[in-house]
């Protein structure tokens, strides 16, 4: 089916190890985001890419990479995890300069850092 | 810096109607997005507004007035399925980026 994929859904991981989560949209959109979105809070932006291959960072990037060497995947990669990086991951993908249909969002990955 | 203010929690009954309130304050504005989201759920668009006044999508309408950097969704005819949290959200003209609210927990009693 089309739309946006998020994999795993839930995950469990201790401090220091290195976490992927990965995201797929099939709509070709030529922007992809990645959010977190703690207990109680709004969103905040961790890394965006308006393209294959082009990346940049959001609010909060710190202790995260981000990859896009293809226009359909975009991988989150927490490289040595810390237990302030418990939360839900959201992925969302948006048309190029299409403000009025908005961003697609994944249904999230639940990481808990133990 | 930028920053959006929005109430954290509104109650209402089943039919009545619900505005929530945003005020922004940031550079590089393009226009004020609305999104909703389930308790569990993953947030889904449901306005933008890029100029001043009124848009309206059947039960839910938002407005803008940017000279006053304030917006606000109105949600009438409450149904208990509009028990969410509903975030107000700037779209940046640059990459096409969006910075959030805190959100606004609504509760919808029969």
């Known amino acids: 089916d089309a739309g946006i994929t998020q994999s795993p859904r839930y995950k469990i991981t201790e401090t220091g190890r290195q976490v992927t989560l990965m995201c797929h949209q099939t709509?070709?959109?030529?922007?992809m985001f990645w959010y977190r979105q703690d207990l109680g809070h709004g969103l905040r932006l961790i890394y965006y890419s308006a393209a294959a291959d082009i990346t940049d960072k959001g609010e909060v990037p710190d202790g995260y990479v981000v990859s896009r060497s293809k226009t359909e995947n975009f991988p989150l990669t927490l490289e040595s995890a810390t237990r302030s990086q418990t939360s839900v991951y959201f992925c969302a993908s948006s048309e190029a300069v299409r403000y009025t249909s908005g961003q697609y969002f994944g249904p999230g990955t639940r990481l808990t850092v133990t | 810096g930028q920053s959006l203010e929005q109430p954290s929690e509104v109650t209402a009954v089943e039919g009545a109607i619900v505005q929530i309130n945003c005020t922004y304050q940031?550079?590089?504005?393009?226009?004020l997005s609305w999104y909703q989201q389930h308790d569990g759920g993953a947030p889904t668009f449901l306005s933008y507004?890029?100029?001043?006044g009124l848009e309206e999508t059947g039960r839910f309408s938002s407005f803008l007035s940017r000279s006053d950097s304030y917006g606000y969704l109105l949600l009438q005819e409450l149904q208990m399925k509009d028990s969410a949290s509903y975030f107000c959200a700037v779209v940046k003209a640059a990459g096409n980026k969006l910075t959030f609210g805190g959100g606004t927990r609504v509760l919808v009693k029969p």
């Open positions: 940031t550079s590089g504005f393009y226009g």
């Open positions: 709509w070709s959109h030529s922007y």
């Open positions: 507004n890029a100029l001043d």
